[in-house]
């Protein structure tokens, strides 16, 4: 499988910039402004997003939801990077409509208190979650 480059930018001319230099996946981080405006799906699909990403979901109802306000007009990456999103993590997977699930090393290993984040790596949970995925 080939590398793939991505980069994540808040500054369009930046993701640009990233895009015309052959970046495979530009990345816009919403989390700077609040929860109400990081949910406005209509206007990044309207601006031009291929993929839409749902971070901090927990329960498989936040993934329906999400799937929901897509609506088919883009592809759907789930950010699994909290404890409940690994526990809901069987449910959230009948969902139908998600296309791609990013494990967020940093956040979930902060949600399950760990000291270093590589430490879900070492210690399985990241090889568990992709069988699980991956089946």
């Known amino acids: 499988m080939p590398l793939t480059y ?19 996946r530009v990345w816009i981080d919403l ?26 979901w927990k329960t498989a109802d936040d993934v329906k939801r999400f799937v ?3 609506n088919g007009r883009a592809k759907v ?24 699930i990013h494990i967020g090393l940093n956040d979930l290993h902060l949600s399950y208190q760990k000291k270093f984040m590589f430490e879900l790596l070492s210690d399985g949970t990241v090889e568990r979650l992709c069988r699980q995925i991956g089946a």
């Open 6 to 24: 991505m980069y994540i930018t808040n500054r369009p001319q930046v993701a640009r910039i990233a895009q015309n230099a052959g970046v495979d």
């Open 77 to 100: 990456l789930l950010l699994l990077e909290t404890k409940e999103a690994d526990r809901n993590l069987a449910q959230t997977l009948e969902v139908k409509g998600v296309d791609e």
């Open 68 to 70: 929901e306000l897509v």
């Open 31 to 56: 989390e700077y402004m609040g929860k109400e405006q990081r949910q406005e799906i209509s206007a990044a699909i309207d601006n031009g997003a291929d993929i839409v990403m749902l971070p901090m």
